[in-house]
């Protein structure tokens, strides 16, 4: 049983932000959740699947954001509570949704996780979702913690219910990824089927019903912003003539600063965690009294902004700042030294920090940098080997408009099958646009799950604007980079997977692509010849590859390979495989006269270098050297 | 509210404030280890943040992950502030002296893995005895041993992160009793894997109780 189902009230475990999300919202009561995967909001849809296959709770990988947040908003307005987790990028998709459910409003409880990630961990964007809050006239909350995590989800579903629109449960990275201590409350039971009741004049947004439905989304919003004005989540702590305003993770740096620097009792500190509407009574007192305040906030002045204009509407003479030179950045994660330094710089106070030591300068010389690589035997690089050299045997440069997922790694050398990328399904698009406008040869590459959440309309529309490139789907039956994931076209589900399979081939020739290629990317020479095949073609054209991701089948169906291969003859100059292929497996022995080796720990034995160079075996067959 | 009393409980130990820092690369079971830490510092009382890196750095990249002990609130660690850091690989434990101080205890794996520019031949792996000398030169205590042959030798290549935490274990360094982190480790880990890692455990122990392995103490 999920560890998430365990426990008594009152025992403290130690969760990762995401798990508190889910234990907060299982203690509410939640009774339907959905999501696409995506860093770092992953695990909540994960635990949430596993706890869908043990209890009643109704759980769906959606195919993308704006339809997990429908679905979701179609259950709560009959009246189940529901929770919608996506990263911050996510929310861009939701967003059309997002927009209106706001005036729509919820009968039933509705909390939406976005999870934004300063430092682009993960992420092909940093930006800011608390504008999503003050975009949509939404209430948001800020956890800092785990504890506070579970703590605010379990209120949001409350806040949701008494203001009867959806809450946004704004998270970093550091708190969905950071494990601690988290006390458990009940778990609540959840109701049965909930009733559809028809109120059109509300519910259904035509012109004339919108413009009543705004006039309630503010309302909604000054209910909201006097209960933010008392919400324990806006805590006041400290005294002096200074002050100190900051949210979520940038909170625990500064309270850790503050006793560091022994400011404790000279600056006051404002912590909110109920940051959407501002609770502009509550800023204007705090900021009354005092000379100097410095807001420690990542990513966007968003709540600098807000002191500003409370501090001007009430003619106070504080000085604010947050964002500026020797100040805090827009950019990035903070950490607790940067906060402290900024701190001691503000207010005047020594802070002891000797400069960090750098390795390589001690060590006197450049420390190799360790970039992630696809995995060996992946079969993505297999299908980026054939395209690379069909290309190179016919003369031609392509351009490679690539996707979100393991495969953008492809950018890096030596594969470099990457040059332009946006966003979710931007490579069919992009590639469209780009072959209008240039003539050139344009390989795009998607993903299969990619595929799903929003490579469907654009390939419609290329089809039916008659572009011409080639789209290359890398099928490998799952959502590899987010810890496998199912999404519709999934060939191999996990044990008791209750999802219809839609399988790809079906779906290309349903928009009217005429010319498909389906290949084995590990069968070398049929990839090779369907290929160039497809390179040659005009129109828009798809090429299917189809190979499971080792990491998943390995793990779905327990085989794993036991082939393992080894370099047989010395290879003399030809260096291909480093210089197109690019296994991890494969390396040079050091020494100026370093032949060519394969790892056999690493070695996953997937077979396809075999069949294009003549000096790799089997390792046991022939006259391998052992 | 507001009041610092209501804010935590404090832990019993003043001196608690602990700032572990741990470096490797994807798959060697840094994650687990600093999970397994947390649990034990929680059933020893205390209130650990644990953070971690998942997602795109995992694909054979570094991952980090830390562990805060006592009366701190920040999960994360910043350059020049851990007070112990634990590197499961070579070069990883050399590239993360930027997080270590001149008191910093140190325990590291010499085992090296190539990352991917020094396969191909386009960088050089450092000398590993150089690097470690340097270290030991610049924190105040360093271990440094082939935790992955230890590992092996225990019957599971994968227990390099047993080995390590056996070694920091048998430190005075810890706030948590090596029985406690035994007993989260006979908890959490499955049957047939027990005895190697308990095994790798024990290893790693033995090491660091050796004083003549260490390299600076």
Redesign the interface.
């Known amino acids: 049983m999920s560890e998430l189902l365990t426990g008594h009230a009152g025992e403290?475990r130690?969760f990762?932000g995401n798990e508190a999300i889910v234990r907060g919202a299982l203690e509410a009561g939640v009774v339907l959740v959905t999501t696409y995967p995506g860093?770092?909001a992953?695990?909540i849809g994960d635990r949430c699947y596993e706890i869908s296959r043990q209890t009643d709770l109704h759980f769906e990988f959606s195919t993308n954001e704006k339809v997990a947040l429908e679905v979701a908003a179609g259950a709560a307005a009959c009246g189940w509570r529901v929770l919608c987790a996506m990263k911050h990028v996510g929310v861009n998709v939701a967003a059309d949704a997002l927009m209106t459910l706001a005036y729509v409003g919820v009968k039933g409880g509705m909390v939406i996780v976005s999870a934004d990630d300063p430092s682009l961990?993960?992420s092909q964007n940093e930006q800011d979702n608390r504008y999503y809050a003050k975009l949509a006239g939404l209430p948001m909350l800020e956890p800092a913690?785990p504890e506070e995590a579970k703590v605010m989800t379990l209120a949001a579903f409350a806040l949701s219910e008494e203001l009867k629109v959806p809450v946004l449960l704004r998270t970093t990275t550091?708190v969905n990824?950071?494990?601690?201590?988290v006390t458990l409350g009940e778990l609540a039971a959840r109701p049965g089927p909930g009733r559809f009741y028809k109120d059109p004049f509300r519910q259904v947004m035509v012109p004339a019903v919108a413009r009543q439905a705004h006039v309630r989304l503010l309302a909604a919003q000054d209910q909201a912003r006097a209960l933010a004005e008392t919400s324990?989540f806006n805590?006041?702590?400290?005294r002096g003539a200074w002050g100190i305003v900051t949210s979520s993770?940038p909170?625990?740096?500064v309270?850790?600063a503050l006793?560091e620097l022994g400011l404790a009792d000279k600056v006051r500190l404002l912590k909110l965690g109920f940051t959407h509407p501002l609770p502009e009574a509550l800023l204007g007192d705090f900021l009354a009294p005092l000379t100097k305040v410095l807001v420690v906030e990542e990513l966007e002045p968003y709540l600098e902004e807000g002191l500003k204009t409370v501090a001007q509407t009430r003619g106070l003479p504080v000085t604010i700042r947050g964002k500026g030179p020797d100040l805090f950045s827009r950019l990035y994660e903070y950490?607790?030294?940067?906060v402290r330094e900024v701190v001691a710089r503000f207010f005047g106070v020594a802070s002891e920090?000797?400069?960090?030591?750098?390795?390589e300068k001690?060590?006197g010389?450049?420390?190799?940098?360790?970039?992630?690589?696809?995995?060996a035997g992946c079969p993505h690089r297999a299908m980026y080997y054939a395209v690379k050299i069909a290309l190179k045997d016919l003369g031609v440069e392509g351009i490679f408009p690539t996707d979100i997922g393991?495969y953008t790694?492809g950018l890096l050398p030596?594969l470099s099958m990457a040059d332009f990328l946006i966003c979710m399904g931007s490579s069919i698009s992009t590639a469209a646009g780009i072959s209008r406008a240039t003539g050139q040869k344009v390989v795009a590459f998607i993903g299969d799950s990619t595929f799903f959440h929003s490579g469907l309309p654009a390939l419609a529309n290329a089809v039916h604007q008659k572009h011409d490139f080639l789209l290359v789907i890398l099928d490998n039956g799952t959502t590899a980079?987010?810890g496998s994931q199912p999404h519709p076209g999934v060939s191999m589900a996990p044990p008791g997977f209750p999802g219809v399979h839609i399988p790809i081939p079906r779906v290309v020739k349903a928009l009217g692509v005429e010319q498909l290629w389906v290949v084995n990317p590990y069968k070398y020479k049929e990839s090779l010849a369907a290929t160039k095949a497809a390179l040659e073609a005009k129109g828009v054209r798809v090429l299917l590859s189809q190979a499971p991701c080792i990491l998943y089948e390995a793990r779905i169906t327990g085989k794993k390979r036991t082939a393992r291969f080894q370099v047989t003859r010395g290879c003399g100059e030809c260096r291909d495989c480093?210089d197109n292929f690019?296994c991890?497996a494969?390396?040079?022995e050091?020494g100026a006269e370093?032949q060519l080796q394969i790892d056999p720990?690493l070695c996953s034995g997937c077979a396809f270098c075999v069949q294009w160079c003549e000096n790799i075996r089997p390792v046991g067959a022939g006259k391998g050297k052992e | 509210?507001?009041?610092?009393e209501n804010r935590k409980p404090k832990t019993e130990n003043p001196k608690a404030n602990l700032r572990i820092f741990l470096t490797g690369?994807?798959g060697q079971g840094t994650l687990l280890a600093s999970?397994l830490l947390?649990?034990a510092a929680?059933a020893a009382g205390y209130?650990?943040?644990?953070?971690?890196?998942?997602?795109?750095?995992?694909?054979?990249?570094?991952v980090v992950s830390t562990l805060v002990l006592g009366?701190?609130?920040?999960?994360?660690?910043?350059?020049?502030?851990a007070d112990i850091m634990l590197g499961f690989e070579a070069?990883?434990a050399?590239?993360?002296?930027?997080?270590?101080?001149a008191k910093t205890l140190v325990i590291a794996n010499t085992a090296t893995m190539?990352?991917?520019?020094?396969?191909?031949?386009q960088?050089?792996?450092?000398s590993v005895a150089?690097?470690f000398r340097?270290l030991a030169e610049?924190v105040g205590a360093l271990l440094a041993f082939d935790a992955g042959t230890l590992a092996r030798q225990a019957g599971s290549?994968l227990a390099v992160n047993m080995v390590i935490l056996g070694a920091l274990a048998a430190t005075d360094s810890l706030p948590i009793a090596a029985e406690d982190i035994l007993s989260v480790i006979r908890r959490g880990t499955k049957e047939k894997f027990l005895a190697s890692n308990l095994q790798a455990f024990e290893l790693g122990a033995a090491v660091a109780r050796e004083p003549g392995n260490w390299l600076r103490r």
């Not at chain 1, 805590?235 to 400290?238: A, P, Y």
């Open positions: 403290r130690l990762l860093t770092p992953s695990e961990f993960s913690t550091r990824h950071t494990r601690g201590p324990v805590e006041i702590s400290g993770v909170g625990t740096y309270a850790d006793t950490h607790p030294g940067l920090a000797p400069g960090p030591m750098v390795p001690i060590l010389q450049p420390l190799p940098d360790r970039p992630p690589n696809l995995c393991c790694l030596p980079m987010t480093l690019g991890p494969m390396y040079l050091s370093g720990d | 509210m507001g009041s610092t690369v994807g999970r947390g649990e929680m209130n650990p943040m644990v953070s971690e890196t998942h997602g795109m750095a995992q694909r054979g990249g570094i009366d701190l609130q920040s999960p994360l660690i910043s350059p020049g502030e070069l990883e050399f590239r993360a002296l930027d997080r270590c101080h190539a990352p991917y520019p020094v396969a191909i031949g960088a050089r792996y450092p150089q690097m340097r610049q290549p």
